[in-house]
């Protein structure tokens, strides 16, 4: 029964929170016990708001969950946790993290209630309009770096903001074009109204523009006068192949082995995947931090 709650709350999910890190990472206060303390708390306090939104989205579409092959197997589509108790744990969930609230930074408060609400808008009504779908989940991106920004009262670049956005409209289409595959070959119509809106051409285009913006945008990011002038070296550029075969990895993946519907589950379970993450941060630690 304790697997089933788990499940339910989307665990391997929390990997999308780790963006709150981003700013604490290229701020170069990483090392800084206090800062790296407060992320962590805005970290959980995410990860638990997120498991609430999870949960009153499944709630919400339990009867066509029902109906979709994988999504049939969660913990309220197939009976074996009960409304009522999913209900309960997502109001436990909102107590604790509106109490934890009232003692963290005013900023970080409003980012993380916008994410609420806008999820809660996305679960109810975004989800089922074409384009708006995928722009709601990168503004959440965008405001989990927001948030780890004025948790530690420091600033971020727009370049970075900028290859956030692109990289969570990336995955968003990607994961939408793996949807539109797995109804073609399920024969599952029923299970995302919107994605009558979309098609593959359509989808793969957008996935195109998408991967360029990550790639063009961070790549301007690590030339930036700014960023030279704060690292104080213009090594950061040798972090840009990482990030292309990150992309190109992630549309193999996707185009050539029909994975991507799940973004987490593709990001934890390919290896070459998580080699090429843990290099990118290995390598940016060391120059960031004056190692190279």
């Not at 919400?60 to 409304?83: C, T, Y």
């Not at 970080?108 to 809660?120: D, E, G, Q, V």
Request: hydrophobic share 55%.
């Amino acid at each position: 029964m304790v697997t089933q709650y788990l499940k339910l709350l989307r665990l391997p999910q929390w990997i999308k929170n780790f963006f709150v890190f981003v700013p604490l990472l290229f701020s170069r206060h990483l090392f800084f016990k206090s800062d790296f303390l407060l992320v962590i708390v805005g970290f959980f306090l995410f990860s638990f708001t997120s498991s609430v939104v999870y949960i009153i989205n499944d709630i919400i579409d339990i009867e066509a969950d029902r109906a979709h092959p994988v999504k049939s197997l969660r913990p309220l589509p197939a009976g074996k946790v009960s409304v009522k108790s999913a209900f309960a744990v997502a109001s436990l969930l909102f107590v604790v993290v509106a109490v934890s609230l009232l003692f963290i930074e005013n900023f970080f408060t409003l980012c993380i209630t916008i994410y609420f609400l806008l999820n809660l808008l996305y679960s109810i009504k975004l989800k089922h309009i074409v384009l708006l779908d995928i722009f709601s989940i990168a503004a959440g991106f965008m405001l989990r770096v927001i948030a780890g920004a004025v948790i530690i009262n420091v600033e971020i670049s727009s370049w970075l903001l900028l290859t956030t956005m692109f990289i969570s409209l990336f995955l968003a289409v990607m994961k939408r074009q793996s949807e539109l595959k797995l109804v073609q070959l399920s024969d599952a119509g029923g299970t995302r109204k919107v994605l009558s809106s979309y098609s593959l051409d359509f989808t793969n285009q957008m996935a195109t523009i998408a991967a360029s913006g990550v790639i063009i945008c961070y790549a301007l990011y690590t030339v930036s006068n700014r960023t030279v002038s704060v690292f104080m070296t213009e090594n950061l550029i040798y972090t840009t192949p990482f990030v292309v075969f990150g992309i190109f990895r992630y549309m193999y993946l996707v185009y050539i082995n029909q994975k991507g519907e799940n973004t987490t589950d593709v990001m934890i379970s390919d290896l070459p995947m998580i080699i090429n993450v843990l290099l990118y941060i290995s390598v940016t630690v060391l120059i960031i931090y004056k190692v190279l």
